[in-house]
């Protein structure tokens, strides 16, 4: 399910996660133990101006959706025989 990113880092996607069924949840906490972090969306909320109401509300829908994928540290998909 995981791949490695540029940084090496290993990814998630959440949608692999999601195909796994009653599982999911476990599936989760396991990677946020082992040192694994939702990824930060690179859409940022809009700036306060003119339609401050309107742009106040689509910030709170952008925090509101689950992370799309999880970056793991590499290490925390090595084998530990012993």
């Not at 999911?24 to 939702?38: F, N, Q, T, V």
């Amino acid at each position: 399910m995981a791949r490695p990113d540029g940084d090496g880092a290993v990814v998630i996607e959440r949608a692999a996660i999601m195909a796994e069924g009653r599982q999911a949840d476990e599936i989760e906490s396991w990677i946020l133990s082992h040192g694994g972090e939702p990824e930060v969306p690179l859409i940022s909320p809009p700036r306060l101006g003119l339609y401050a109401e309107r742009n106040e509300a689509a910030g709170r829908g952008l925090a509101s959706r689950p992370p799309r994928r999880y970056v793991l540290p590499a290490s925390a998909l090595e084998r530990t025989d012993g």
